[in-house]
Every structure is written in C-alpha cells, then in structure tokens.
Nanobody
Framework: QLQASGGGLVQAGGSLRLSCAAS????????MAWFRQAPGKEREFVAS????????YYADSVKGRFTLSRDNAKTSMYLQMNSLKAEDTGVYYC?????????????????????WGQGTLVTVSS
C-alpha cells in the first residue's frame, strides 16, 4: 500500500514537499512515479525514477522546479516542489510499477503502474 501526504495550500512561488510511504514493501525493486490530476483534466505524468539505470525523468512543465527522491531505507519517496505555479494545482498521486516491468516509453502512462496512493491535494494560489 502507498500513502501520500504533504499537500496543502501555498502561494505561487512557494514550495511543498510531498511524501509517499510504503507499507508491506520497499521502493527498492520497482519503478516509481508521481502523477497529478487537475480538475476536469486527465491524470498526467509528473516525475519518475527508473530502477534499471537509476535515472529520474520529469515532465517538461516541472523540470528544474520539482525533484523526486527516496530515503535511504527505501520506505518513502518524495516530491520536492519549488517555484510553484497556479497550474501546478491538482491532486498528486504516487505510484509504483512492481516488479519493474514497464518499458521506458510506458512510464509516462498511468497504465504502467500497478499500485497507487490515494492522492494528496495541492492548491497553488496566484
């Protein structure tokens, strides 16, 4: 199971750090990602970490502002969000692909992930 937290209301230009805690497993042998869903829109890719190769990928809209990381014990992953904009508003979901079977091109699609957190709401006021 995944439990996302850390969302809230923040002014444009501010920062938030989202957390995703794992229970029953670790983030050691999986691909992991953050997606978000704005009101009235489809869920979209934000960032991911690939188990094979250890690389992190970001949507163009968040590149340079958001950072995905995990703790050394691999029981939590994070999304540090800086320089937030009104268009970053939405419900943020953490997700894992375990075992890590999704091919590289599939990581941007929600169908590439097996387990999802419940979502945490981020509201950025302009």
């Amino acid at each position: 199971q995944l439990q996302a937290s850390g969302g809230g209301l923040v002014q444009a230009g501010g920062s938030l750090r989202l957390s995703c805690a794992a229970s029953g497993h670790t983030f050691g042998n999986c691909n992991m990602a953050w997606f978000r869903q704005a009101p009235g829109k489809e869920r979209e890719f934000v960032a991911s970490f690939r188990w094979s190769g250890g690389r992190t990928y970001y949507a163009d809209s968040v590149k340079g502002r958001f950072t995905l990381s995990r703790d050394n014990a691999k029981t939590s992953m994070y999304l540090q969000m800086n320089s937030l904009k009104a268009e970053d508003t939405g419900v943020y979901y953490c997700a894992v692909d375990m075992p890590p079977l999704t091919i590289l091109s599939g990581q941007y699609d929600t169908r590439g992930y097996d387990y999802w957190g419940q979502g945490t709401l981020v509201t950025v006021s302009s």
